[in-house]
Protein backbone atom coordinates (compact mmCIF):
# COMPACT_ATOMS: atom_id res chain seq x y z
CA UNK A 1 0.00 0.00 0.00
CA UNK A 2 1.55 3.31 -1.41
CA UNK A 3 -0.47 6.10 1.04
CA UNK A 4 -1.19 9.60 -0.78
CA UNK A 5 0.22 12.67 0.53
CA UNK A 6 -1.15 16.41 0.31
CA UNK A 7 -0.29 18.31 -2.95
CA UNK A 8 -2.34 20.92 -2.29
CA UNK A 9 -4.87 22.93 -0.38
CA UNK A 10 -7.81 24.70 -0.74
CA UNK A 11 -9.71 26.83 1.98
CA UNK A 12 -13.31 27.51 1.31
CA UNK A 13 -14.14 30.76 1.22
CA UNK A 14 -17.54 32.72 1.92
CA UNK A 15 -19.65 33.55 -1.02
CA UNK A 16 -23.42 33.15 -2.12
CA UNK A 17 -24.80 32.17 -5.33
CA UNK A 18 -28.49 31.68 -6.82
CA UNK A 19 -30.98 34.03 -5.05
CA UNK A 20 -28.36 34.55 -2.22
CA UNK A 21 -27.78 31.65 -0.41
CA UNK A 22 -24.48 31.94 1.67
CA UNK A 23 -22.07 29.32 1.31
CA UNK A 24 -18.78 27.92 1.49
CA UNK A 25 -16.62 27.05 -2.06
CA UNK A 26 -13.58 25.82 -1.75
CA UNK A 27 -12.70 23.34 -5.53
CA UNK A 28 -13.73 26.13 -8.52
CA UNK A 29 -13.49 29.30 -6.17
CA UNK A 30 -11.47 30.45 -9.28
CA UNK A 31 -11.59 28.61 -12.53
CA UNK A 32 -8.02 27.74 -12.13
CA UNK A 33 -8.68 25.52 -9.10
CA UNK A 34 -10.21 22.55 -10.33
CA UNK A 35 -9.26 18.47 -9.75
CA UNK A 36 -9.91 17.18 -12.65
CA UNK A 37 -12.89 15.68 -13.70
CA UNK A 38 -14.12 17.66 -10.30
CA UNK A 39 -15.37 21.77 -10.89
CA UNK A 40 -16.24 22.64 -8.00
CA UNK A 41 -17.40 21.91 -4.53
CA UNK A 42 -19.78 24.14 -2.34
CA UNK A 43 -21.13 23.60 1.22
CA UNK A 44 -23.85 24.61 2.86
CA UNK A 45 -24.13 24.36 6.58
CA UNK A 46 -26.06 27.12 8.64
CA UNK A 47 -29.17 26.99 11.16
CA UNK A 48 -30.48 30.49 10.06
CA UNK A 49 -33.09 29.67 7.19
CA UNK A 50 -32.30 33.51 6.53
CA UNK A 51 -29.30 32.17 4.81
CA UNK A 52 -30.43 29.52 2.53
CA UNK A 53 -34.35 29.70 2.17
CA UNK A 54 -34.66 32.21 -1.10
CA UNK A 55 -33.28 28.77 -2.42
CA UNK A 56 -31.92 28.74 -6.37
CA UNK A 57 -34.40 30.08 -8.98
CA UNK A 58 -35.11 28.19 -12.42
CA UNK A 59 -31.44 28.12 -13.77
CA UNK A 60 -29.85 26.08 -16.81
CA UNK A 61 -27.17 23.94 -16.97
CA UNK A 62 -25.13 21.79 -19.77
CA UNK A 63 -22.05 19.74 -20.15
CA UNK A 64 -21.75 18.65 -16.75
CA UNK A 65 -22.91 16.92 -13.31
CA UNK A 66 -23.98 18.05 -10.51
CA UNK A 67 -24.21 16.26 -7.02
CA UNK A 68 -26.22 17.28 -4.40
CA UNK A 69 -26.07 15.45 -1.09
CA UNK A 70 -27.72 16.58 1.88
CA UNK A 71 -26.51 15.57 5.43
CA UNK A 72 -29.79 18.06 7.34
CA UNK A 73 -32.60 19.69 6.16
CA UNK A 74 -34.34 19.00 2.86
CA UNK A 75 -34.66 20.78 -0.73
CA UNK A 76 -37.01 20.20 -3.43
CA UNK A 77 -36.11 20.37 -6.88
CA UNK A 78 -38.45 20.69 -10.17
CA UNK A 79 -36.82 20.79 -13.62
CA UNK A 80 -38.36 21.70 -16.97
CA UNK A 81 -39.22 17.99 -17.69
CA UNK A 82 -42.02 18.27 -14.98
CA UNK A 83 -39.65 16.39 -12.83
CA UNK A 84 -40.50 17.48 -9.09
CA UNK A 85 -39.30 15.85 -5.05
CA UNK A 86 -37.76 16.57 -2.32
CA UNK A 87 -34.34 15.14 -1.24
CA UNK A 88 -34.18 14.50 1.89
CA UNK A 89 -31.35 14.29 5.09
CA UNK A 90 -29.28 11.48 4.06
CA UNK A 91 -30.11 11.54 0.24
CA UNK A 92 -28.51 11.98 -2.94
CA UNK A 93 -29.19 13.25 -6.58
CA UNK A 94 -26.58 12.69 -9.16
CA UNK A 95 -27.99 14.69 -11.95
CA UNK A 96 -26.42 14.52 -15.67
CA UNK A 97 -27.27 17.91 -17.24
CA UNK A 98 -25.58 16.37 -20.37
CA UNK A 99 -27.36 18.47 -23.21
CA UNK A 100 -29.74 20.87 -21.02
CA UNK A 101 -31.63 20.67 -17.60
CA UNK A 102 -33.42 23.83 -16.83
CA UNK A 103 -34.34 22.98 -12.98
CA UNK A 104 -34.72 25.25 -9.82
CA UNK A 105 -33.84 24.03 -6.01
CA UNK A 106 -35.89 24.94 -2.78
CA UNK A 107 -34.32 24.54 0.50
CA UNK A 108 -37.01 24.17 2.82
CA UNK A 109 -37.31 25.69 6.92
CA UNK A 110 -36.49 22.76 9.58
CA UNK A 111 -37.97 22.62 13.09
CA UNK A 112 -34.42 23.64 14.33
CA UNK A 113 -33.32 25.67 10.80
CA UNK A 114 -30.59 23.47 9.92
CA UNK A 115 -29.17 22.86 6.37
CA UNK A 116 -26.33 21.13 6.11
CA UNK A 117 -25.35 19.49 2.85
CA UNK A 118 -22.83 20.22 -0.36
CA UNK A 119 -23.21 20.07 -3.89
CA UNK A 120 -20.43 18.76 -6.12
CA UNK A 121 -20.05 19.20 -9.76
CA UNK A 122 -18.31 16.82 -11.82
CA UNK A 123 -17.57 17.18 -15.61
CA UNK A 124 -18.37 15.14 -18.48
CA UNK A 125 -16.03 13.70 -21.56
CA UNK A 126 -16.71 15.27 -24.83
CA UNK A 127 -18.23 12.21 -25.83
CA UNK A 128 -21.24 12.59 -23.16
CA UNK A 129 -21.86 16.52 -22.85
CA UNK A 130 -25.07 16.31 -25.41
CA UNK A 131 -26.76 13.03 -24.62
CA UNK A 132 -29.80 13.50 -23.05
CA UNK A 133 -30.41 14.64 -19.24
CA UNK A 134 -30.90 12.01 -16.60
CA UNK A 135 -30.98 12.09 -13.05
CA UNK A 136 -30.13 8.82 -10.37
CA UNK A 137 -32.09 10.08 -7.39
CA UNK A 138 -30.94 7.99 -4.20
CA UNK A 139 -32.58 7.97 -0.62
CA UNK A 140 -31.36 8.32 2.06
CA UNK A 141 -31.71 4.26 3.14
CA UNK A 142 -30.26 3.40 -0.40
CA UNK A 143 -27.21 4.70 0.47
CA UNK A 144 -24.94 2.40 2.97
CA UNK A 145 -23.58 2.81 6.35
CA UNK A 146 -20.70 0.80 7.83
CA UNK A 147 -19.77 0.81 10.93
CA UNK A 148 -15.68 0.82 11.61
CA UNK A 149 -14.21 -0.75 14.83
CA UNK A 150 -13.59 2.58 16.80
CA UNK A 151 -17.17 3.55 16.86
CA UNK A 152 -16.68 5.54 13.30
CA UNK A 153 -19.51 4.95 10.02
CA UNK A 154 -18.79 5.67 6.04
CA UNK A 155 -21.88 5.90 4.53
CA UNK A 156 -20.84 5.08 0.62
CA UNK A 157 -22.35 6.86 -2.18
CA UNK A 158 -20.31 6.20 -4.75
CA UNK A 159 -17.83 3.30 -5.14
CA UNK A 160 -16.67 0.53 -3.12
CA UNK A 161 -15.59 -0.50 0.94
CA UNK A 162 -13.70 -3.39 2.05
CA UNK A 163 -14.20 -3.77 5.23
CA UNK A 164 -13.52 -7.15 6.97
CA UNK A 165 -13.77 -9.10 3.79
CA UNK A 166 -16.96 -7.47 3.16
CA UNK A 167 -17.09 -5.44 -0.20
CA UNK A 168 -19.64 -2.26 -0.05
CA UNK A 169 -20.98 -0.49 -3.08
CA UNK A 170 -22.79 2.94 -2.86
CA UNK A 171 -25.88 2.68 -5.19
CA UNK A 172 -24.44 5.45 -7.66
CA UNK A 173 -23.79 4.23 -10.67
CA UNK A 174 -22.84 4.31 -14.70
CA UNK A 175 -21.19 7.48 -14.19
CA UNK A 176 -18.27 8.68 -16.76
CA UNK A 177 -15.46 9.62 -13.58
CA UNK A 178 -15.70 5.88 -12.15
CA UNK A 179 -16.19 8.00 -9.22
CA UNK A 180 -15.96 7.36 -5.10
CA UNK A 181 -17.69 9.18 -2.84
CA UNK A 182 -17.99 8.95 0.88
CA UNK A 183 -19.32 10.45 3.59
CA UNK A 184 -16.90 8.80 6.91
CA UNK A 185 -17.18 10.17 10.34
CA UNK A 186 -14.71 9.19 12.81
CA UNK A 187 -14.51 8.64 17.04
CA UNK A 188 -12.05 10.28 18.81
CA UNK A 189 -8.12 9.23 17.79
CA UNK A 190 -9.89 6.76 15.13
CA UNK A 191 -7.87 5.90 11.85
CA UNK A 192 -9.71 5.52 8.29
CA UNK A 193 -8.02 3.46 5.26
CA UNK A 194 -9.31 3.92 1.52
CA UNK A 195 -8.15 1.82 -1.57
CA UNK A 196 -8.41 4.58 -4.46
CA UNK A 197 -6.91 3.97 -8.08
CA UNK A 198 -3.57 5.19 -8.73
CA UNK A 199 -4.58 7.07 -11.76
CA UNK A 200 -7.28 8.63 -9.88
CA UNK A 201 -7.52 12.37 -8.61
CA UNK A 202 -8.54 12.42 -5.07
CA UNK A 203 -9.27 14.79 -2.17
CA UNK A 204 -10.80 15.16 1.54
CA UNK A 205 -12.86 17.88 3.01
CA UNK A 206 -13.76 17.84 6.72
CA UNK A 207 -16.87 19.13 7.21
CA UNK A 208 -16.93 19.17 11.13
CA UNK A 209 -13.72 18.60 13.08
CA UNK A 210 -9.90 18.59 11.57
CA UNK A 211 -8.01 15.81 9.62
CA UNK A 212 -4.78 14.63 9.78
CA UNK A 213 -3.29 13.03 6.48
CA UNK A 214 -0.12 11.65 7.13
CA UNK A 215 1.97 14.15 9.67
CA UNK A 216 0.04 16.98 8.02
CA UNK A 217 -3.31 18.91 9.83
CA UNK A 218 -6.34 19.68 7.29
CA UNK A 219 -8.25 22.15 9.16
CA UNK A 220 -12.47 21.99 8.89
CA UNK A 221 -13.36 23.25 5.51
CA UNK A 222 -10.53 23.38 3.87
CA UNK A 223 -9.96 20.55 0.78
CA UNK A 224 -7.29 18.74 0.20
CA UNK A 225 -5.79 17.23 -2.58
CA UNK A 226 -4.39 14.08 -2.30
CA UNK A 227 -1.50 12.82 -4.81
CA UNK A 228 1.11 9.64 -5.08
CA UNK A 229 -0.02 6.22 -4.60
CA UNK A 230 -3.10 3.77 -4.06
CA UNK A 231 -4.35 4.73 -0.70
CA UNK A 232 -6.00 7.45 1.27
CA UNK A 233 -5.31 7.21 5.30
CA UNK A 234 -6.42 9.89 7.54
CA UNK A 235 -6.90 10.34 11.21
CA UNK A 236 -9.10 12.03 13.49
CA UNK A 237 -6.26 12.83 16.12
CA UNK A 238 -8.67 15.68 18.29
CA UNK A 239 -11.74 15.17 18.81
CA UNK A 240 -15.29 13.85 16.82
CA UNK A 241 -14.26 14.48 12.61
CA UNK A 242 -16.32 14.32 9.77
CA UNK A 243 -15.31 14.43 5.67
CA UNK A 244 -15.62 13.92 2.11
CA UNK A 245 -13.18 11.10 0.89
CA UNK A 246 -13.83 11.90 -3.42
CA UNK A 247 -11.91 10.37 -5.98
CA UNK A 248 -12.28 10.33 -9.97
CA UNK A 249 -10.75 9.78 -13.01
CA UNK A 250 -9.55 12.95 -14.72
CA UNK A 251 -10.99 13.42 -18.36
CA UNK A 252 -7.88 15.32 -19.53
CA UNK A 253 -9.45 17.53 -22.13
CA UNK A 254 -10.17 21.90 -22.45
CA UNK A 255 -12.11 23.03 -20.33
CA UNK A 256 -14.48 26.29 -21.37
CA UNK A 257 -16.68 26.91 -19.13
CA UNK A 258 -19.18 30.04 -18.61
CA UNK A 259 -21.39 29.91 -15.49
CA UNK A 260 -23.75 27.51 -15.39
CA UNK A 261 -22.25 25.90 -19.43
CA UNK A 262 -19.23 23.29 -19.03
CA UNK A 263 -17.98 22.49 -22.28
CA UNK A 264 -14.69 22.02 -24.01
CA UNK A 265 -14.62 25.02 -26.73
CA UNK A 266 -15.68 28.97 -26.63
CA UNK A 267 -17.60 28.46 -29.95
CA UNK A 268 -19.28 25.26 -28.09
CA UNK A 269 -20.08 27.68 -25.07
CA UNK A 270 -21.39 30.45 -27.28
CA UNK A 271 -23.75 27.92 -28.84
CA UNK A 272 -24.70 26.94 -25.48
CA UNK A 273 -25.77 30.84 -24.54
CA UNK A 274 -27.24 31.18 -27.98
CA UNK A 275 -30.01 27.53 -27.62
CA UNK A 276 -30.48 28.51 -24.15
CA UNK A 277 -31.60 32.16 -25.20
CA UNK A 278 -33.40 30.46 -27.71
CA UNK A 279 -35.49 27.82 -25.89
CA UNK A 280 -33.09 24.99 -27.76
CA UNK A 281 -31.33 24.45 -24.57
CA UNK A 282 -33.09 21.14 -23.80
CA UNK A 283 -33.81 20.08 -27.05
Known amino acids: MNTRQIKQRIPAIDTSDGAGVRLKRSIGQRQSIRVDPFLMLDTINSDNSDDYIAGFPPHPHRGFETVTYLI ?27 RGVIHEERPQRSKDGLLRGFQLWVNLPASEKMKPAHYQNIEPEEVPAVALPAGGEVRVVAGIVELDGERITGPVQGVAADPTYLDVRLAAGESFSQQVPAEHNVFVYPYAGDLQVGDQLVPQDQAAVLEGGDAVVVHATGGETAFLLVAG ?34 D
Open 72 to 98: NGSVIHRDHMGNEGELKAGGVQWMTAG
Open 249 to 282: KPIGEPIAQYGPFVMNTAEEIEQAIQDYQAGRLT
